[in-house]
């Protein structure tokens, strides 16, 4: 949690300052989001030495922003896409086809066929798809490696919304189709991956371990069936899901622990028998990232005192909706951004949609909050901006990104005539 961290050693000289001083952040600018650059550096970095052997494809999802994807493609990592929107939105970001893994559940004729001719990794999503692609292949004359996502079954996290592994889903082959699925291998010569992911965030270490063992187990009989065909399975991808801290009190469970797990009961993975690939994304983005809004009003009806501010449910979907599974924190500063101390109060987060339910704090304890303070709301880099609303045609803010106290700009604040060209 950088940025929460930087704020409790030093609150008067935290990573935020530069932008208060800024050309970038003026009076007239009611919100903005705010990126260390140099903490994602730090999580992908983490990454590669945790997974040395890995090929690690960010997932596009949780931050598309070409502006961040793009200088990453320095680092040899690549992006994972779950829309063919996301696959352009990789290529032109500066990634070769290769770099870039494609995932959907609703892959059209269209979209593989953009697919398949530019040589993105595909991981099909089920047998159906399989013979899509195979109708396509030959006549493409397609380099694309081919996975197919197996459904481990190993049951439901801890939020319902973000898992993926029942025993029944929507993504993926059901594992209990298990020679199925080694027919599959065994009639379409240019398949050669497994692809396993069991959910988001809400998934424990444990189980995120019992998943790809699962789908590992498959690998010995599918490499005996192929081996009398003299092919072999090229790549295992693990996916992504791994927790983060998005409380103090919470403890994310430690990476290194994660390799440690697989590496003792999958080895294949580790020792370059297959390329091993993964899929992380709230990991590398979401607590490097911080959003800023001015407070405009606080109203105060007995005892209860609400902040409105320039962000909420447009911004915050799900913590709007389900705010015990995608809890924040939040902190205030005065008018010059300094953080604000003394006696807290109760406060109600409200954003600006016309709707009741658009609330993404209850109950925070915050210093006394005057109109005209900035609100912070912390670690939310990743599945925020990415899920905009657009209710209420609200413009979408301005984003910035700090790196060696150095402010940019990632994206432009949009004006009125951009949500008319949206619309229009």
């Not at 993504?171 to 050669?192: D, H, M, N």
């Not at 444990?206 to 490499?223: F, G, H, M, P, R």
């Not at 979408?396 to 949009?414: A, C, D, F």
């Amino acid at each position: 949690m950088q940025f929460n961290e930087t704020m409790e050693q030093n609150p008067k000289a935290n990573l935020l300052h530069p932008v208060w001083g800024s050309k970038f952040f003026r009076r007239d600018i009611p919100a903005a989001i705010i990126y260390d650059l140099d903490a994602i550096q730090q999580q992908v970095n983490q990454l590669k030495q945790v997974f040395p052997t890995a090929f690690h494809a960010l997932s596009v999802k949780a931050n598309p922003l070409p502006s961040i994807l793009g200088p990453l493609n320095q680092t040899n990592v690549g992006l994972e896409a779950a829309s063919i929107g996301e696959v352009y939105l990789a290529m032109k970001s500066g990634y070769e086809a290769n770099q870039v893994v494609f995932d959907s559940p609703a892959k059209s004729v269209e979209d593989l066929e953009f697919a398949l001719a530019a040589g993105v990794v595909i991981n099909a999503d089920n047998l159906s798809e399989l013979e899509r692609i195979d109708a396509l292949y030959k006549e493409i004359g397609s380099k694309s490696r081919i996975g197919l996502r197996i459904n481990p079954q190993i049951g439901m996290g801890s939020i319902t919304s973000s898992s993926v592994a029942g025993k029944v889903s929507k993504f993926g082959v059901p594992l209990s189709e298990r020679e199925s699925i080694i027919a599959a291998f065994q009639k379409y010569k240019w398949l050669k991956g497994l692809h396993v992911h069991s959910g988001s965030q809400g998934m424990a270490m444990e189980q995120l371990v019992d998943s790809v063992k699962a789908v590992y187990s498959l690998v010995e009989d599918i490499q005996s069936v192929l081996k009398e065909q003299k092919q072999t399975l090229d790549f295992f991808d693990i996916g992504g899901g791994f927790p983060v801290s998005y409380l103090p009190e919470q403890q994310a469970p430690q990476l290194e622990q994660y390799a440690s797990a697989l590496a003792q009961t999958c080895p294949l993975l580790f020792d370059g028998s297959l390329q091993l690939m993964t899929e992380f994304g709230r990991f590398v983005f979401a607590n490097a990232g911080v959003a800023v809004s001015r407070v405009e009003y606080v109203k105060e009806s007995g005892d209860e005192h609400v902040l409105i501010g320039h962000l909420g449910a447009d911004f915050m979907l799900r913590t709007a909706y389900l705010p015990q599974d995608w809890p924040h924190t939040f902190s205030v500063l005065d008018k010059k951004g300094n953080p604000k101390s003394g006696v807290e109060q109760s406060y109600s987060i409200a954003g600006p949609l016309c709707f009741g339910g658009d609330f993404i704090g209850r109950s925070v304890s915050l210093p006394k909050v005057e109109a005209g303070d900035l609100l912070l709301i912390h670690d939310i880099g990743a599945y925020t901006l990415s899920m905009w609303s657009r209710y209420n045609s609200r413009r979408m803010p301005v984003v910035l990104g700090i790196s060696n106290g150095k402010v940019q700009v990632l994206k432009k604040r949009e004006n009125l005539t951009d949500i008319f060209k949206f619309w229009t």
